[in-house]
């Protein structure tokens, strides 16, 4: 959804504060295809303002940051990270998605020539005024939504809205995610947040599909898609990142059988959810918080694999059946949500282990 952002290519257009639009003027939402790095893995939405008699065509894009940020990693973990909208000239726009074989997709609106006007000066006001810069928002706040809502304000009503309530945030953003392992790890570190009903239009490629049919008074906001770039960018399968990899994985741990291993890994599990325990305290990214996987990944796991390392039979017991009861609760839960398939290799990990070690300490204590 992030556009990949080479400050080189940030100059603010400064011919447009007073220009004003010709009758042919034309606006057009760009949507540009996906890429596999995590920055591009939802795509990208701009706005391309076009007047040949004024010499005009410019993109503005949402989503932008600056990777120079001081701390920029700690505030783009927090969440408080400041982006803001930049303006480019289309050509150097297109050159940078055609360099990296992405696709882009033009849709003409058809807006008055006073609305053209109205979104131009509100698009050249935002970067010059305190507009420019805001907080990253993943679904309340992308390069998407601040496009909708800007266009929603031209047109006086919200005509561009969410088409698909009754699926999750999670069911619409799943099928995007081509990276395997990146697709297990965000599914892994989401709350709650993203398993309420979509009511917010904020991805590129859903956009897309919305401008496709939205009308107002009986007329259709935008005009056929036209492909102004096709997408070149190859994205082969690997059995290397892949749910194949996952589970030759947990297939030769399991051979393996190795107690050190075991305490390795439920020590790694547990330490996990104290990040999920803890990250609601730092973090601003609602999409992380009231984290269920905290089931799954739980703290007690590190007081299980302490005993299990001590051999301290009861308390190995006491605590493994704990952990299989909020394992099975976990699964219980996520049985009918789209995730439960890529986790479920590690979930059949769990309780593999969890039990077997529980009913061997069983066993060595009736004897």
């Not at 993203?194 to 496709?212: G, H, I, S, W, Y």
């Not at 036209?226 to 892949?242: D, H, R």
Request: aromatic residues 14%; glycine residues 4%.
């Amino acid at each position: 959804m992030l556009k990949k952002i080479l400050f080189l290519l940030l100059p603010i257009i400064s011919f447009s504060q007073n220009v004003i639009l010709s009758d042919n003027a034309e606006v057009s939402i760009l949507t540009c295809g996906t890429a596999p790095v995590s920055y591009a893995m939802y795509g990208h939405t701009g706005i391309r303002i076009t007047d040949n008699v004024n010499q005009i065509d410019v993109v503005y894009n949402y989503g932008a940051f600056d990777f120079t940020t001081p701390n920029f990693i700690m505030k783009f973990v927090k969440g408080d990270l400041q982006y803001f909208v930049t303006s480019e000239n289309y050509y150097d726009f297109e050159y940078n998605y055609k360099l990296d074989g992405r696709s882009i997709v033009s849709q003409e609106l058809n807006l008055t020539t006073a609305q053209k006007q109205q979104l131009l000066n509100e698009l050249n006001s935002s970067l010059t005024s305190e507009e420019r810069f805001y907080t990253y928002k993943f679904i309340d706040k992308n390069c998407t939504t601040m496009v909708v809502d800007k266009i929603n304000k031209i047109l006086g009503q919200e005509i561009l809205k969410q088409t698909k309530p009754e699926l999750s945030y999670r069911e619409i953003l799943y099928p995007y995610m081509s990276d395997f392992y990146m697709k297990l790890g965000i599914q892994i570190i989401f709350g709650t947040k993203v398993d309420q009903p979509a009511t917010r239009l904020f991805l590129p490629l859903e956009f897309e599909k919305v401008l496709n049919t939205a009308t107002q008074n009986g007329k259709k906001i935008a005009k056929p898609a036209e492909i102004l770039n096709k997408e070149t960018i190859t994205k082969p399968f690997s059995y290397i990142n892949s749910i194949y990899s996952l589970l030759a994985a947990i297939v030769i741990l399991i051979l393996i059988n190795k107690k050190s291993i075991q305490i390795t890994y439920f020590i790694f599990a547990g330490f996990l959810g104290i990040f999920f325990s803890l990250v609601g305290f730092f973090s601003l990214h609602e999409e992380i918080l009231w984290n269920y996987n905290i089931m799954l990944f739980n703290p007690l796991l590190l007081l299980f694999a302490f005993f299990y390392w001590k051999n301290n039979t009861s308390k190995i017991i006491l605590f493994g059946q704990i952990c299989i009861g909020f394992t099975l609760i976990y699964l219980a839960y996520i049985l009918g949500k789209v995730q439960v398939l890529i986790v479920l290799p590690i979930v059949i990990l769990h309780l593999f282990w969890l039990i077997k070690i529980v009913m061997k300490y069983k066993k060595m204590k009736t004897q």
